[in-house]
């Protein structure tokens, strides 16, 4: 079957509040994705977990990226939960587009 690539838009409502890439209902599973600050934004995001703020957190203005991966592990099963990443935008609707792999032993939760 192999490693299968996905993406998704995620904007952030309210400048400055902590919001999930993905609720825990759609929790998704991976072992290396991708986080890219869109083109339009005007402002920054930051990305992190659930202490991320406008002053916490991977720091990204528009086209800027960051990746994750746990292949480095030595828990070849280690994974990242998505619905334990946060967004923090400086401004009202400004986003990310999130790449993530998906393999044989992981899926949609």
Same mark, same amino acid.
């Given at each position: 079957?192999?490693?299968?690539?996905?993406t998704? $838009?995620?904007t952030n409502?309210?400048?400055?509040?902590? /919001?999930? $890439?993905?609720?825990?209902?759609?929790?998704?599973?991976?072992?290396?994705?991708?986080i890219q600050? $869109?083109e339009?934004?005007?402002g920054?995001?930051?990305?992190?977990s659930?202490?991320?703020?406008?002053?916490?957190?991977?720091y990204?203005?528009? $086209?800027?990226?960051? %990746?994750?991966?746990? /292949?480095?592990?030595?828990?070849? %099963?280690? /994974?990242?939960?998505?619905? %334990?990443?946060?967004l923090?935008?400086? %401004?009202?609707?400004?986003?990310?587009?999130?790449t993530? /792999?998906?393999?044989?032993?992981?899926e949609?939760?």
């Amino acid at each position: 079957m192999g490693v299968k690539r996905y993406t998704f $838009l995620k904007t952030n409502s309210t400048a400055g509040v902590a /919001e999930r $890439l993905v609720l825990p209902a759609n929790d998704i599973r991976t072992k290396a994705f991708n986080i890219q600050a $869109l083109e339009s934004n005007t402002g920054f995001v930051r990305v992190g977990s659930s202490d991320t703020s406008l002053t916490n957190g991977i720091y990204l203005e528009k $086209l800027d990226s960051a %990746q994750f991966s746990n /292949e480095n592990y030595a828990d070849t %099963q280690a /994974e990242s939960r998505l619905s %334990q990443v946060y967004l923090v935008a400086s %401004q009202n609707g400004e986003g990310v587009i999130v790449t993530y /792999e998906l393999g044989d032993d992981l899926e949609h939760t």
